[in-house]
C-alpha cells in the first residue's frame, strides 16, 4: 500500500483500527469457500458510518482498492482478499437501530449477525423470514451483498425480497441514502437492488431496513417418497394449493443422496426404506395437523406418493431434517466438489440424468449425488472427488455448467460468484448482459478499487 494512504488512514482510524501482517487474523484471509488464504495490505475496522466513508475516500485518492468484508461464510471467494488488497471488516458496524411495530421493519446496522436479526424479531413478537445456516456468523450487510436464499425462500423470497431501504458508502466515498420503510415506492430507479447481490463491487452496505413478517406458527413436516419426478412437481402444486401456500420448505433429495445420507445418520432404521427413486421432505408452518394431513391424504389419493412418514413430535422432526442436513457431513466424508445451480422446475430431473451421464462417461466411478430446494428450481449437486483419483475440480466445473447452459440455467443459485464462478457465467449470462453488468461496475466504480477482479472483470 502507498506509504502516504496507510498515513493518511492511520491520521483517521484509532490504531486498534489498523492490522497488519501477524496481527490480521487467518479468518480475515479467505471466506468458507475452497480458496486459500491471502494477506492482504491491511485490515481496517471501521465503527462507524462516516469512517467508512473516510476510509473509501482516502482509497479512492489512492487508488487503493478494498475488500468489504462481513462473516466470511461465503462459499465462492468474494470476501477473501488479494495481496495487494485492504480489507474493511463491517464487524463493528453492529446493533439494531429501531423496530417500527407498526411499519413491520428493523433497521439494523451491516455488521449485525443474522441470528441477532432473527432473535430480536422473535423478541418483539415478529419473525424476519430469512435463514442459513451460517445464520450465527454471517451478517446482515453480507447476505444483502450475496442476495441470500436459504430455508425459507419458496414461502418468503430471496434476501431481495426483505430489504425495504438501504445506506451504503459508494466507490467515491460518498453516504448514498436510499433508507425506506414503505412497501410501495416506485420514486424513480430501485438503486438499492443495484446494490443487493453486488457482492462489496459497487458500494459498502452500511445499514438495511428489513422487512418483518408474524411469527409463522407451528411446523408440520413430513417425508415422502415417490417414483416420478413429475409426481413431486404435482405434488409441489397441490401441497401449495392445499396449504395456501403456506410451504417453508420443499426439499427433494433423490435416491443415491437419500441412501447415503439414511447410512450416515440412520443406518439401521430408516424413515423410509431406500427403494423409491425420490424423497421431499415438506414442512409447512402455520397450517393445523389435520389440514396438514388431509392434503397429504389427497396426494396418496392421486397416486403423486407411495410413502410417507409424519413427524408427531420435535425428536422426530430433527431426525428428518438430520437427513436433508447430511450436507454438513459432506467435508468430513467426502471430498466434495459442490454446486449451487438453478434450473427450470420442470427439467430438472433430466439435467440431473444428462449430467450424470456425462460425470460417469469421463469418470465411470465417481460419486455424484443430488439434492436441492426443487419448490426455488434450486439444484445441489456434488461429486466426491476421492470416487476417482483422476477428478480435478477444473474438468468437473466444465462439464457440469456446460450442462447447465444447454439446459437454460443459471451457474449460481443462491451462493454468488465471486472468483470461483467468476469465469463461468457466460454459461448463463448472455454477452450483452455481460457488457452491461460492465458497463454499470465502470459507472459506479470508475477506479476499479471496490472488490476488483469478483464477478465480472472490467
Ligand atoms: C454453513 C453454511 C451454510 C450456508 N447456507 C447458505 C444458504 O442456505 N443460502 C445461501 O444463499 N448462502 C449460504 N451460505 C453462504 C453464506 O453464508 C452467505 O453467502 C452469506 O450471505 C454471506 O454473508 P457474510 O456476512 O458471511 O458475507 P462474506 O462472506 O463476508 O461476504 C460475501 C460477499 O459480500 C460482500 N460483503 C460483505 N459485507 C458487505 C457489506 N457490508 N457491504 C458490501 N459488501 C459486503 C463481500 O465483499 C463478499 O463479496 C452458507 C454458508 C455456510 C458456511
Redesign the pocket.
Given at each position: 500500500m502507498n506509504s502516504e494512504c496507510l498515513k493518511e488512514l492511520q491520521e483517521r482510524l484509532k490504531p486498534e483500527q489498523i492490522r497488519q501482517d501477524d496481527a490480521i487474523d487467518l479468518s480475515y484471509q479467505k471466506?468458507?469457500s475452497s480458496c486459500s488464504p491471502v494477506l492482504p495490505m491491511a485490515l481496517l475496522l471501521p465503527e462507524n458510518v462516516q469512517q467508512v466513508s473516510d476510509i473509501i475516500k482516502i482509497c479512492a485518492k489512492y487508488k487503493q482498492s478494498v475488500?468489504?468484508?462481513?462473516?466470511?461464510?461465503?462459499?465462492?471467494g468474494?470476501?477473501r482478499p488479494s495481496k495487494a488488497d485492504v480489507c474493511?471488516?463491517?464487524e463493528k458496524?453492529n446493533g439494531i437501530e429501531e423496530i417500527d411495530i407498526q411499519a413491520n421493519t428493523m433497521t439494523v446496522l451491516?455488521?449485525t449477525?443474522?441470528q441477532t436479526v432473527q432473535e430480536k424479531a422473535i423478541a418483539a413478537e415478529r419473525y424476519f423470514p430469512l435463514?442459513?445456516?451460517?445464520?450465527g456468523?454471517?451478517?446482515?450487510?453480507?447476505?444483502?451483498?450475496?442476495?441470500?436464499?436459504?430455508?425459507n425462500?419458496i414461502r418468503f423470497g430471496?434476501?431481495r425480497n426483505l430489504v425495504l431501504g438501504l445506506e451504503?458508502?459508494t466507490a467515491s466515498g460518498e453516504i448514498l441514502n436510499l433508507q425506506n420503510k414503505m412497501l410501495k415506492n416506485n420514486a424513480g430507479y430501485d438503486l438499492k437492488q443495484l446494490?443487493i447481490g453486488?457482492?462489496?463491487?459497487?458500494?459498502?452496505?452500511?445499514k438495511a431496513t428489513l422487512k418483518l413478517t408474524p411469527i409463522p406458527g407451528d411446523a408440520q413436516t413430513a417425508l415422502c417418497a415417490f417414483a416420478r419426478y413429475e409426481d413431486g412437481v404435482a405434488l409441489l402444486h397441490l401441497m401449495q394449493k392445499e396449504l395456501n401456500q403456506n410451504i417453508h420448505a420443499f426439499e427433494m433429495m433423490w435416491q443415491d443422496f437419500y441412501t447415503m445420507s439414511c447410512s450416515w445418520s440412520c443406518p439401521d432404521n430408516p424413515p423410509i426404506e431406500n427403494e423409491y427413486a425420490f424423497y421431499v421432505l415438506i414442512e409447512s408452518k402455520g397450517v393445523s395437523e389435520e389440514v396438514f394431513h388431509q392434503s397429504l391424504e389427497k396426494a396418496f389419493e392421486e397416486e403423486l406418493i407411495q410413502n410417507a412418514v409424519i413427524a408427531s413430535s420435535l425428536r422426530e422432526r430433527e431426525q428428518l431434517w438430520t437427513i436433508r442436513e447430511a450436507t454438513?457431513e459432506f467435508p468430513v466424508k467426502l471430498s466434495p466438489i459442490n454446486f449451487?445451480i438453478s434450473l427450470p422446475i420442470g427439467s430438472i430431473n433430466e439435467f440431473v440424468q444428462t449430467c450424470r451421464l456425462s460425470l460417469l462417461e469421463r469418470w465411470p466411478n465417481a460419486l455424484v449425488v443430488n439434492f436441492g430446494?426443487i419448490g426455488d428450481s434450486n439444484l445441489h449437486l456434488a461429486v466426491d472427488a476421492n470416487s476417482d483419483v483422476n477428478i480435478t475440480e477444473e474438468e468437473v466445473d466444465k462439464i457440469v455448467y456446460q450442462c447447465v447452459e444447454e439446459f437454460k440455467g443459471s451457474i449460481s443459485?443462491?451462493?454468488?460468484v465471486?472468483t470461483l464462478k467468476r469465469d463461468y457465467l457466460h454459461h448463463s449470462v448472455s454477452p450483452q448482459a455481460l457488457d452491461m453488468m460492465a458497463t454499470v461496475k465502470k459507472a459506479l466504480d470508475p477506479f476499479n478499487i471496490?472488490?476488483p477482479s469478483?464477478?465480472v472483470l472490467i
Open positions: 471466506d468458507w475488500v468489504p468484508q462481513g462473516g466470511r461464510t461465503g462459499l465462492t468474494a470476501a474493511i471488516s463491517l458496524l451491516a455488521g449477525t443474522l435463514d442459513l445456516g451460517s445464520r456468523s454471517c451478517q446482515i450487510g453480507g447476505t444483502i451483498a450475496t442476495n441470500a436464499g436459504g430455508n425462500v430471496m434476501m451504503v458508502v446494490f453486488s457482492e462489496g463491487t459497487l458500494g459498502i452496505i452500511t454438513s449451487d430446494h443459485a443462491e451462493h454468488g465471486g471496490l472488490n469478483k464477478v
